[in-house]
């Protein structure tokens, strides 16, 4: 009775040291709302991307070169494992964007070079912590760059 007990109470310390462990590396599993990346080899060549992924499996990307205006593409997105495809909803349609999701970051792997650059999208990682994804990004215009944390924009105040 007493070797049962023993061997109950090491089966509990053991599944609860793997569950503190496993919970980690579950979290860097899950896609969150909001990734952003930068770079580029010069200043003139620097940007900032940043995507929101919605549950709906809408996204919206927008992108931000030194000293030029955003360019903003709606898209569809699907994971498949350790694959995130985003294909554009916008005329002419690009290339679907792929990339590899592993330790939390998203790090590309396909992409259309006349809308991402010869050397494609920066890695991007979650922005700020956790990011959860909102319901749908279908009726954005932009990415609220101000406050990433908060709603997108549904208008462009630009016009």
Not at 10 to 19: C, F, P, R, S
Not at 59 to 66: N, Y
Not at 82 to 90: E, H, I, N, P, R
Request: glycine residues 6%; aromatic residues 8%.
């Amino acid at each position: 009775m007493r070797l049962l007990l023993r061997s109950s109470a090491i089966a509990v310390a053991l599944a609860l040291a793997l569950a503190t462990l496993s919970a980690p590396a579950h979290a860097a599993d899950k896609l969150n709302g909001f990734y952003v990346g930068s770079g580029g080899l010069s200043q003139e060549v620097h940007r900032v991307l940043l995507i929101e992924f919605a549950a709906d499996g809408t996204a919206i990307l927008q992108q931000k070169w030194h000293d030029k205006d955003p360019q903003t593409w709606h898209a569809h997105w699907k994971r498949d494992k350790k694959t995130v495809t985003l294909t554009y909803d916008d005329k002419p349609t690009p290339e679907p964007l792929v990339f590899t999701f592993k330790h939390g970051a998203l790090t590309a792997t396909s992409w259309d070079t006349p809308t991402l650059g010869v050397l494609g999208p920066p890695k991007l990682t979650t922005f700020g912590g956790k990011t959860p994804q909102v319901t749908s990004v279908a009726s954005c215009q932009a990415l609220n760059t101000t406050d990433p944390t908060k709603n997108c924009i549904t208008w462009d105040s630009r016009r």
